[in-house]
């Protein structure tokens, strides 16, 4: 079936650096995608989103980059601090064909980040 | 930004036993709400669809019987664990979906069956 997942499981950064979470997709009907943060033993945060009509969009600190070409979103965390230790998970929603998205997500495996201080 | 409060954050029961978790919307009205669950290292697994003033809607392999899902009004959801056993400890997370479309996730609770 369809799914989304990530190339790399754990990323080690030092603080300071910038920082690339990648996620393949396989859903070319997909519209719209999440990335969310979870901290251990916590819900997943929202980060940013961005959907399928645009290439990239900004944050604060974070970016998101969409290339429907070859299936490819990519968080950058600009400047990574301590505090961006956690699991990212990227998401993806797909609209009927000439329906309305219902927000039904289809989640990714998740990345381990770990920003050392 | 949205708020979604879970209840409780954690709770242990015994074997047989029902335990109800309870989702709310603080700040905005949720048409939908979504139940997961969360095994240790692993990504989310969408369990249900909670739809206000409707029956839920599971996904393939939950046993509607087994979590049961209440809709009751625009801010709450409730899930309920019937005869829990061993297998069903795991992390339970909601989320609720906002006008958006985005999907803002409860704190999840953490169930511990002996």
């Known amino acids: 079936g369809e799914s989304v997942g990530l190339h790399l499981p754990t990323l080690s950064v030092q603080e300071g650096d910038n920082s690339i979470i990648n996620c393949a997709y396989s859903n070319s009907a997909s519209d719209y995608f999440i990335w969310y943060k979870q901290e251990s033993g916590k819900g997943p945060q929202f980060i940013i989103d961005?959907?399928?009509?645009?290439d990239k969009r900004q944050g604060q600190r974070v970016t998101v980059l969409l290339n429907k070409t070859v299936k490819h979103l990519s968080l950058q965390i600009a400047a990574t601090q301590p505090g961006d230790s956690a699991v990212y998970f990227c998401?993806?929603?797909?609209?009927?064909?000439?329906?309305?998205?219902?927000?039904?997500?289809?989640f990714g495996q998740g990345t381990i980040l770990t920003v050392h201080p | 930004g949205a708020v979604v409060s879970q209840h409780p954050s954690r709770v242990i029961c015994k074997s047989g036993t029902s335990v109800k978790i309870e989702c709310r919307s603080l700040?905005?009205?949720?048409?939908?709400m979504f139940w997961y669950r969360q095994f240790p290292k692993q990504s989310l697994m969408l369990m249900a669809t909670s739809n206000e003033g409707s029956k839920a809607t599971y996904e393939q392999g939950v046993e509607k019987d087994k979590f049961l899902i209440n809709h009751a009004s625009l801010t709450l959801s409730t899930l309920t664990v019937t005869s829990a056993h061993p297998e069903d400890s795991s992390f339970y997370i909601c989320?609720?979906?906002?006008?958006?479309?985005?999907?803002?996730f409860g704190a999840g609770t953490r169930l511990s069956v002996l």
């Open positions: 961005i959907r399928s009509n645009m």
């Open positions: 700040d905005f009205q949720a048409t939908t």
């Open positions: 989320s609720a979906l906002s006008r958006a479309n985005i999907q803002y």
């Open positions: 998401a993806e929603n797909m609209v009927p064909a000439g329906g309305t998205s219902y927000g039904k997500l289809t």
